[in-house]
């Protein structure tokens, strides 16, 4: 580690995103990349391969002789498999081995949370019960990447329904990590969870384990619309579209001098979200990170922060169901157009479940299972030029067709391409409708 943490910015695999952030990767000192950005399946899918950004990326670390570092978004930490190396998990570790052969990653993390069961998979990090069999999965599936690469972490997610209460989020992310992973604190994740659920944001982060910290990440977002929900409520969202905001600005001033084990910060813009006038105000917010780094690091790194947690406080057991219950019922609840009735079905049907369920704000799981369905709305758009040309055609009409898929069809696809073979498959089997045609 330098004498004090360094600073950069993501990459990701979008040739506008590369070309208007182009001054902040020559000026950042650390690159952050998303290992799964840089693959696709190969042609029989069966397997996985490196797309073209892999060997750009390759030359660029090879040109700027920074470290780079792993961000992974899909390796799904929370599934209830844990320590068992599924055939999706095992192709999933072997190209993660490959790309560290690669890129000499100096630390890996992924997303907390779980975005698989069995073969269903949805992207969208879903919310894990704080509970000590969700600690034991979490743990062991991130061992196997520990085998890879020896420091690995974890990010605290920006979730929206939650399976218990949110101030007891900080105690379970400090029993994830222990004593030997490390903690990806994201500011802008703490602070919309915190905006959405009435928290102080201070007095979450200063309940976190701050000596497991490796990484930090800032960033911004948004408001959602009224018209989303019938309740007209809306959120905060983690949508990394826009300026980091003051608040978060505070978060980081106020945990920097106490972390003293922090190896980078990585400030956030996603793709399509920068023209030339945003890159510049994206630029000054690196210069502004790299010199409230300096400055809080100006005399050498922290001294040791004071216990985050009352002796005593631990993550208790489920009360009731299993693990592999509660994922699947919620991410039956998140992927479906119903999800609010459907909700209170479960809570009906599935009493076992009620302390888990019961949990759940009935807005925040809709506003989810709407996020869960763009994500996959991204992905058949990225995989199919049809389905693009006919969305900007047609738009009105290719919603009504693109929601009779996500209810007939289940989301099992995890790259652009997979999305676009099964909505293909599907409209070839003539259960379309009569809207295309």
Not at 107 to 123: I, K, N, P, Q, R
Not at 164 to 177: C, D, K, Q, T, W
Not at 178 to 200: K, Q, R, S, W
Not at 315 to 342: C, H, I, K, N, Y
Request: charged content about 25%.
């Amino acid at each position: 580690m330098t004498a004090r943490p360094r600073v950069g910015i993501s990459l990701h695999s979008d040739l506008e995103f590369l070309e208007h952030a182009a001054p902040m990767i020559e000026r950042a000192e650390v690159l952050e990349v998303t290992p799964e950005t840089l693959w696709r399946p190969t042609d029989d899918g069966a397997g996985i391969r490196e797309n073209d950004y892999h060997a750009r990326f390759a030359d660029l670390q090879q040109r700027r002789g920074i470290p780079f570092v792993a961000h992974g978004v899909e390796l799904s930490p929370g599934s209830v498999e844990g320590g068992n190396v599924t055939s999706r998990t095992g192709r999933w570790l072997d190209q993660i081995r490959r790309d560290h052969e690669t890129f000499h990653f100096e630390w890996y993390t992924e997303h907390l949370g779980y975005s698989a069961v069995g073969d269903l998979h949805c992207a969208l990090p879903l919310p894990l019960p704080f509970a000590v069999e969700a600690v034991d999965a979490c743990r062991d599936r991130l061992a196997l990447v520990r085998e890879i690469v020896p420091k690995v972490g974890f990010e605290n997610s920006a979730n929206y329904a939650f399976l218990g209460s949110v101030e007891h989020e900080p105690i379970f992310l400090n029993a994830v990590a222990g004593d030997d992973l490390h903690i990806l604190l994201d500011l802008h994740n703490v602070y919309t969870e915190c905006v959405n659920e009435g928290i102080d944001p201070i007095a979450y982060v200063d309940a976190i384990a701050l000596d497991r910290v490796i990484e930090i990440h800032l960033a911004g977002g948004s408001m959602s619309e009224a018209a989303w929900l019938r309740t007209a409520r809306t959120f905060r969202l983690d949508s990394h579209d826009g300026p980091v905001p003051d608040p978060v600005w505070q978060l980081f001033e106020h945990v920097l001098p106490r972390c003293r084990n922090l190896g980078a910060v990585i400030v956030e813009r996603m793709t399509g979200t920068l023209d030339p006038e945003r890159a510049r105000g994206y630029e000054a917010e690196l210069e502004r990170a790299i010199a409230t780094v300096e400055a809080a690091f100006a005399d050498g790194p922290p001294a040791a922060p004071a216990p985050p947690t009352p002796p005593g406080r631990t993550v208790p057991p489920l009360a009731g169901g299993d693990l592999r219950e509660v994922e699947e019922a919620f991410m039956a609840l998140a992927t479906s157009d119903q999800a609010r009735a459907d909700l209170e079905r479960f809570r009906e049907e599935r009493p076992e479940l009620q302390s888990v369920l019961g949990a759940i704000d009935g807005d925040a799981l809709e506003l989810t299972s709407l996020l869960v369905r763009k994500l996959r709305f991204e992905r058949l758009l990225q995989g199919s030029r049809e389905a693009g040309f006919w969305f900007s055609e047609r738009p009105e009409e290719f919603a009504k067709v693109f929601g009779d898929y996500c209810r007939r069809v289940a989301p099992t696809a995890v790259f652009p391409s997979e999305e676009a073979a099964l909505f293909e498959e599907w409209a070839a089997s003539g259960l379309l409708g009569e809207e295309k045609r």
